[in-house]
């Protein structure tokens, strides 16, 4: 797997210290992407439990990431990879993409719940769509955007 060549406009921090992240920015993106609301405090607790974490900057300003939730050696998952939407259509989200993923060498199992209308981006990336994922949804949006219909 090769990765995306990086951009020079911006800075790419890999397993930054978590200390200097401005977690209201990150929030702030998370809200930009109407994800579900979360808490700057929660969301930053959630990236100090993470295995690796990528942040991309444009001078100081964050305006992408994304983490990897996992076990340290066979299970792992990409989660919250996240492009500020004034910057995408950059190669920022194939860089993330590429770049957590290329720090899983040798899991057994590395998967990604995509937000909904993203297949085609993943795919395009090589990532292929289960057939053997459940979800147990948190609210009827979940239900609605993520599950088959009955």
Known sequence: MTLPEKNPSYHYQLNPD???ID???VL?????INWKYRVAQEIEKAFKMST??????DGDMIIAFGRIVGDGRYYA???DVVVD???QGK???SYLVMALNSELKNYHFVNLSAAPGAD????SLGWKKQTTSYIWPQGPKQLRQHCEKE
Request: glycine letters at 14%.
């Open 120 to 123: 085609g981006f993943y795919k």
């Open 77 to 79: 998952m990409l989660a």
């Open 52 to 57: 690796s974490t990528l942040f991309i900057y």
């Open 28 to 32: 702030e993106l998370f809200k930009k």
């Open 91 to 93: 190669g920022l989200g």
């Open 85 to 87: 939407p004034a910057y």
């Open 18 to 20: 978590l200390t200097g």
């Open 23 to 25: 977690w209201q920015r």
